[in-house]
C-alpha cells in the first residue's frame, strides 16, 4: 500500500503526467457547467441554487484551465522540441488551451450578471453567458482533441520517448518519420497524378499496380521495379528518369518535371518509406 503510494507520487513528479491528471476535470466542468445553467434559467428567480452552481463552476474551470495550461507549458517543455506534425499540434494546442480560462471567466462574470436587479440587463447577461459557456464547451473539446491525439496517436509525453527508431518498419504505422512526410508531400501525388491512371488494382498496366507497397514489391510483368534503397536498379526510377531506352514512363502527358523525378530518386535511395 505504502508502495503504490510513493509510486504514485512519483509519476505526479513527471510534467507529462501532471499535466494528464491536471486535464480532465477542467474538459468535465465545461461540459457539466452549462446544466445548471439552463436549469437556472428555467427556474428563474424561485430557485437560485443552480445559478449559483453554474457561477462556481466557472469560477473554478476558469482557476483549473489556468492551473492546466501552466501543466501543459511544463510538460511540452519537458518534451523538448518536436518535429513536424507534432511541433505542429502541440503549438495549435498550446494556443487554444491557453485561452480556455478566459472564456471560463468571461462565462463566470455573465452568468454572475443574471443577477442583476434589471430584468433586460440580468436576461441578456445570462444568454450571453450560456452562449459563451457552450462555445467553450466545444472550444475545450477541440483543444482535448488535439491534446489527445499527442498522446494516443503520435506518444507525445508518454515514459517511451519518440526517437526513429521506435518508428516500426509496418508502412502503415503513423509516424514522424521524416522520410515519410517526403513522401507523402513530394512522392506520393506524383505517383497517384501521373501513374495511377494506368497502374492501379482495377487497371495494372504491363501488369504493375503502383497503389500500395505490396502491389509495387509484386513487380510488373518483368519482374521486381523498385529495389528499396537503390534507385539506378529500380525500373520505377530508371523508366522516368530517362535512363532505360526500352520503357519511358509516364505513356501519356509529357515526362516528369526534373523535380518530380529527383523526389522519386531521392525516395527511393532513403529506401522507400510507404505510407497513407
Ligand atoms: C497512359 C498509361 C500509363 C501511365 C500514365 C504510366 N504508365 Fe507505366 N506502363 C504503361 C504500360 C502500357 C506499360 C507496359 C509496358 C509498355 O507497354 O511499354 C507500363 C509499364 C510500366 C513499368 C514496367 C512494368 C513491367 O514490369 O513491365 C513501369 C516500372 C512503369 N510502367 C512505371 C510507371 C510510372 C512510375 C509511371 C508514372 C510516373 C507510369 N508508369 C505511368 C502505361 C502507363
Redesign the pocket.
Given at each position: 500500500m505504502q508502495h503504490l503510494l510513493s509510486d504514485m507520487l512519483q509519476m505526479l513528479n513527471d510534467p507529462s503526467t501532471r499535466h494528464a491528471a491536471f486535464v480532465h476535470l477542467p474538459i468535465a466542468l465545461a461540459l457539466l457547467a452549462p446544466i445548471p445553467l439552463i436549469a437556472s434559467m428555467i427556474l428563474g428567480d424561485k430557485n437560485r441554487a443552480p445559478r449559483y452552481a453554474a457561477i462556481g463552476a466557472y469560477a473554478l474551470l476558469a482557476i483549473l484551465a489556468y492551473v492546466t495550461a501552466v501543466s501543459g507549458e511544463a510538460a511540452s517543455d519537458h518534451m523538448g522540441p518536436a518535429p513536424g506534425v507534432v511541433g505542429a499540434l502541440v503549438h495549435d494546442h498550446e494556443e487554444m488551451a491557453e485561452k480556455v480560462w478566459m472564456f471560463a471567466l468571461g462565462a463566470c462574470v455573465l452568468v454572475a450578471g443574471g443577477l442583476l436587479k434589471k430584468k433586460g440587463v440580468a436576461a441578456t447577461s445570462t444568454w450571453l453567458g450560456l452562449a459563451t459557456g457552450l462555445f467553450l464547451a466545444l472550444w475545450i473539446a477541440a483543444a482535448a482533441h488535439k491534446g489527445g491525439m499527442l498522446v494516443y496517436e503520435y506518444g507525445a509525453g508518454t515514459p517511451k520517448p519518440m526517437t526513429e527508431k521506435d518508428i516500426s518498419p509496418d508502412p502503415s504505422a503513423v509516424s514522424i518519420d521524416p522520410r515519410l512526410d517526403f513522401f507523402l508531400s513530394d512522392v506520393r501525388p506524383?505517383?497517384v497524378d501521373?501513374?495511377m491512371?494506368?497502374?492501379r488494382a482495377d487497371k495494372a498496366?504491363?501488369?504493375?499496380d503502383?497503389s500500395s507497397m505490396a502491389t509495387i514489391l509484386d513487380?510488373?510483368?518483368?519482374?521486381p521495379?523498385l529495389t528499396p534503397g537503390n534507385a539506378m536498379t529500380s525500373?520505377?526510377y530508371t523508366?522516368?528518369a530517362g535512363i532505360d531506352p526500352e520503357?519511358q514512363?509516364?505513356?501519356?502527358?509529357g515526362p516528369?518535371t526534373d523535380a518530380q523525378i529527383e523526389a522519386i530518386r531521392r525516395w527511393i535511395d532513403e529506401g522507400a518509406v510507404w505510407g497513407e
Open positions: 506524383v505517383l501521373r501513374c491512371g494506368c497502374h498496366r504491363g501488369g504493375l503502383l513487380g510488373g510483368d518483368d519482374g521495379v525500373v520505377i523508366s522516368v520503357l514512363m509516364p505513356k501519356r502527358g516528369l
